[in-house]
């Protein structure tokens, strides 16, 4: 089975350039190792995290109309590994092609505000996707077991697929918003085992974290308790943000939950890049707040 070429206008988000670097280390190399080119998206600007739209719904469109633009300019899908920013610019993606056909004075408004700015216009002619969704429905996961190096067997996973990639947009691809079952689907490309408990859909709690941390903190360590409960060797999510409360924050919910927990938080790529035989140096593993140790003795790598 040949490998597809597959080439992404590249959108990292904020997140995996600050807090969560090993989140950009980790796709860079799984990247590399299975050929995707990525044409990084240097004069993108943040999406907003869904803030933007609680002042205004124009200033979110326009900020993500210009970021789209920019991959529309290379003739490129956008790639995120942030599942909020793939929420974020993926409906406002949905909105303005809708907008073209449907409401073209506000899509004319848009992209005047673009041009004030010396701007490229919106068009509406590319995707925006997730690293899942690219991994998923483009690479494809025949594909991908292909080229795994370091088979993955007995490593117990629990998905924590966060909201944003589930819930932001009308269409989602490659899965069902209510029964999700494509990070599953790699874990089993990779020889894992998926691990299945209740708060796998649910919301780890960061967006309440600023203003009602004891409950956000509640509603993380009860996700934690359940992937734990289940057997779980780890938890694997594809947004930066859920990986913010559930692993460094982890021990802040232990003390405000009065539970030891100590469950490694892995990102998506982390575990692909392990499955390919990448050192886990060169993933970050030793980056995260609760250690990865367990995970790396589990698969003989320590």
């Known amino acids: 089975m040949s490998v597809p070429t597959l080439q992404y206008a590249y959108f990292p988000g904020c997140v995996a350039q600050g ?16 050929g995707i080119k990525l044409i990084e998206l240097k004069k993108a600007a943040c999406c907003g995290s869904g803030t933007f739209k609680e002042d205004s719904q124009l200033l979110e469109d326009t900020v993500n109309a210009r970021n789209i633009a920019l ?42 505000l673009l041009s004030e700015q010396h701007c490229s216009p919106y068009q509406g ?17 025949e594909a991908l077991s292909l080229q795994v190096k370091r088979k993955l067997s007995g490593l117990k996973c629990a998905a924590f ?16 918003p209510i029964h999700p079952s494509s990070m599953e689907n790699v874990f089993l490309a990779l020889d894992a085992t998926p691990i299945y408990y209740s708060g796998r859909t649910q919301c780890c709690g960061w967006p309440l974290a600023s203003y009602a941390t004891p409950q956000s903190f509640a509603m993380a360590g009860g ?27 982890q021990p802040e919910v232990e003390k405000s939950i009065d539970t030891k927990l100590g469950l490694p938080v892995l990102h998506l790529p982390q575990l692909v890049g392990l499955a390919l035989g990448i050192e886990p140096q060169k993933l970050g593993l030793e980056k995260h707040v609760v250690s990865t140790k367990p995970i790396l003795e589990k698969l003989g790598l320590t």
Not at 161 to 176: E, T
Not at 231 to 238: K, M, Q, Y
Request: proline content about 4%.
């Open 125 to 141: 002619s590319t995707e925006v996707k997730h690293l899942l969704w690219a991994l998923v429905g483009d690479f494809g996961l």
């Open 223 to 249: 996700r934690i308790q359940d992937a734990i409960a289940a057997g779980a060797d780890c938890l694997v999510t594809p947004c930066p943000l859920c990986h913010l409360n559930l692993d460094s924050r």
């Open 19 to 34: 807090a969560c670097r090993e989140l950009y280390m980790s796709t860079q190399e799984i990247t590399q190792a299975l």
């Open 71 to 112: 991959a529309e300019q290379l003739n490129l899908p956008l790639l995120t590994h942030c599942s909020t920013c793939q929420g974020v610019i993926g409906h406002v993606d949905e909105r303005l092609k809708d907008a073209k056909d449907n409401d073209p004075d506000y899509f004319d408004q848009i992209n005047n």
């Open 161 to 176: 697929y966060g909201c944003y990639l589930l819930r932001a947009q009308q269409s989602l691809p490659f899965d069902d």
